[in-house]
């Protein structure tokens, strides 16, 4: 025997009640304790990415929640003598193709109503996450916990269009998901993992595509830093005098003087090496060191 509609009303209102009060004194208990919210989310590298997934998501269960709710394809009764299709709120006319209830009392109650509440619960949480990731930069703590409450009672709703099948058609015949049907069972896997993921994902300080574009930024700059120290190592390491041309480095001693070391390759490969000190008092000295090179021996002179 099949639960009235009343009956399923109050149930899937207590369930829903129930489960919205334990996760908004969740939500305050992770608010006032921030130490311990930690345990709740995500680490942050995965913030942003979470975000986007839930508003693809989201968008995808739109699309899902429509189609299942306009299409008279949701379930399939086999009769004795023919196979008939219904949807929450349509049917599949042999001559006319799908075919709208013409009465109120005809539809498939309660499963048509929840069909409907699942469909403006996700147009909420569409609208809301485009807010979130392309314009709200304030309040959105708020419109995060909106959306929570929004997605997850959609969810419940989502589920319960699946009563249909115990309308007392289905207690005469054979009764299965047809193609609707079988869209609606995804929905309810998409609907659960967004849900899931808003759930450990905070609502972020700024939007989607600023987050996005800062940490392009931070990214931008690691990368320049990298490069620049990359190339002054080569600058350190492998700077290599070649036949006829000079290296030069300068050095500031701590009592003032500057002193600057040249090192010239001869044509033989043998390495001359000059080093002059500019004192502060305008003064010069210059010395001259050799190369370590035992087969070339340092040719040069000191000026």
Request: charged content about 15%; glycine content about 8%; aromatic content about 10%.
């Amino acid at each position: 025997m099949a639960l009235s509609p009343g009956g399923l009303a109050g149930i899937i209102l207590f369930i829903i009640l129930l489960h919205v009060a334990v996760l908004v004194a969740l939500y305050f208990y992770v608010l006032k304790n921030p130490s311990k919210g930690s345990r709740f989310t995500v680490d942050d590298q995965h913030h942003g990415n979470f975000r986007w997934a839930i508003l693809g998501l989201i968008s995808l269960s739109w699309i899902f929640s429509v189609a299942a709710t306009s299409a008279c394809t949701f379930m399939k009764i086999n009769m004795p003598t023919q196979t008939a299709w219904v949807g929450l709120n349509a049917y599949e006319n042999p001559v006319d193709g799908c075919t709208r209830f013409v009465s109120i009392d005809n539809r498939n109650n309660p499963a048509f109503t929840f069909a409907v509440f699942n469909c403006l619960l996700t147009s909420l949480g569409l609208v809301g996450m485009v807010l979130m990731q392309f314009v709200v930069t304030a309040g959105r703590q708020q419109l995060w916990l909106c959306l929570r409450i929004f997605m997850y009672i959609s969810l419940w709703c989502c589920m319960f269009t699946f009563y249909i099948q115990e309308t007392v058609t289905c207690d005469v015949y054979e009764c299965s998901l047809a193609g609707a049907g079988i869209a609606q069972a995804f929905n309810v896997i998409w609907l659960v993992v967004a849900c899931a993921l808003m759930f450990v994902t905070p609502h972020g300080d700024d939007t989607g595509i600023k987050t996005a574009q800062k940490q392009q930024a931070l990214e931008d700059d690691d990368l320049n830093l990298e490069q620049n120290h990359h190339t002054k190592a080569v600058d350190m390491t492998g700077a290599v005098s070649l036949p006829g041309q000079e290296l030069e480095t300068e050095t500031h001693l701590p009592d003032g003087s500057v002193q600057r070391q040249v090192e010239s390759t001869n044509p033989d490969g043998s390495k001359t090496v000059t080093t002059t000190i500019e004192h502060p008092d305008g003064g010069k000295g210059e010395a001259e060191d050799g190369d370590d090179d035992e087969e070339h021996p340092t040719h040069g002179a000191v000026v």
